[in-house]
């Protein structure tokens, strides 16, 4: 992945993560009516859950948007598109009717107004961009680490931020 499409990729992906954690925090009832709507945790994990999973969208998508700790944010990224597949999924195998809540909102919705195909056809692909990311996390524009040369990387000698195999 060239530094500039890392850079998109890391923008893309921070910034559906800092709308997303962002489009929560107003209406903490809305995230608990969400969260509580997979039927996934015991209910005294439903609230924490619901208050802390905007913070740490909010916290990852920031990383990522600075170009801070990105392979490790990208990784966090990648294991909240894990989680949230996993809902979605199960959600849909076990027939239940809600709106995910990814970006707001959620709860029970009526018979025929899911939208699970294309949740889970774009929390794949934000998975996918995130697993490149942190895989070659070398980009433009970014406060932390040193900028991506324009030269190649020598393979005698790999370094951390190389492509070294």
Do not use: N
Not at 19 to 43: C, H, M, N, S
Not at 61 to 66: E, M
Not at 83 to 101: H, M
């Amino acid at each position: 992945m060239g530094p500039w499409l890392a850079t998109a990729a890391r923008l893309l992906l921070g910034g559906v993560l800092v709308v997303a954690g962002a489009l929560k925090i107003p209406d903490p009832a809305a995230a608990e009516r969400a969260v509580r709507a997979y039927q996934l945790l015991p209910e005294g994990l439903v609230g924490p859950v619901a208050f802390g999973l905007p913070v740490l969208e909010i916290a990852v998508g920031l990383a990522l948007f600075a170009g801070v700790f990105v392979r490790t944010a990208a990784l966090g990224a990648a294991a909240l598109m894990v989680v949230f597949l996993v809902g979605v999924v199960s959600a849909w195998a076990r027939g239940l009717q809600i709106d995910c809540g990814c970006f707001g909102g959620g709860g029970e919705v009526a018979p025929g107004e899911t939208a699970y195909p294309g949740e889970v056809v774009r929390d794949t692909a934000l998975l996918l961009v995130a697993l490149a990311l942190a895989r070659r996390p070398r980009s433009r524009l970014a406060l932390g680490g040193p900028p991506a040369a324009d030269v190649p990387p020598d393979p005698a000698h790999p370094t951390e931020l190389t492509d070294a195999r």
